[in-house]
């Protein structure tokens, strides 16, 4: 790369010690977090109710009405769940830190606009920068946002879930893909174009959707005429 003044090695062991030494302590961390949240989610449920001193015979409890997650909602947040945490996995190769951004996302932009191959070259430079700290938070953003869609059901949390898979999805789209190679030349889906992540973008639109849009059949037909 050009402006660099050299590059990193894949092999370099400065790095890889260094990204794997990061992993273990960050995932120390992360698994210190989850035990509080799975603690603070548990303690209502185990926590003794008190028992009302009369109930009135006339009054009966009406049950809360909630509106049950729609199958196809269920199927996109579950699968792309599971996509993200894998995605997430897959970033865990000694290669990522140093080889990422020099071996599969600056080749990318390689056909594009001198304005993409600029924008794409800036981010990459700062991932070389910051190379470990860089793929560290790749894993765990990724993770993180496989696990909260599968976790969150439904609510404000999961529709939160939704709309961090879009913003983390377009970052990945414009930095790592060169916006899907739509600006160069050659565009043929058969070589990914517009970009897989877009997919990604997509389904969190949906997700994150209220789930009252979810109701009828106006998704469905909405979809059907983009595609």
Known sequence: MQGMGGTLSNSNPLILAAFESALRHQALIVLV?????????????????????????????????????????????????????????????????????VQVVQPAATSSPAWVQHLVHNGTLIWLRHPISAAASAVWIQVGIGVLLLVAKSG???????????????????????????FGTGLSWLFGAPGAVLFYVMAGVLISLPERAWVGQRIGRAMLGVL
């Open 33 to 101: 977090l989850l035990l509080i949240a799975a603690t603070a989610w548990v303690w209502p449920y185990t926590a003794p109710k008190p028992k009302p001193d009369i109930e009135p015979a006339h009054e009966t409890a009406q049950p809360a009405t909630e509106l049950e997650e729609h199958p196809a909602r269920k199927f996109l947040r579950i699968s792309f769940g599971l996509l993200w945490i894998f995605d997430g996995l897959l970033q865990l190769q000694q290669a990522m830190p140093a080889g990422l951004p």
């Open 156 to 182: 404000r949390i999961s529709r939160l879930a939704g709309a961090v898979s879009v913003g983390w999805g377009l970052v990945v789209w414009v930095f790592g893909e060169a916006f899907g190679g739509i």
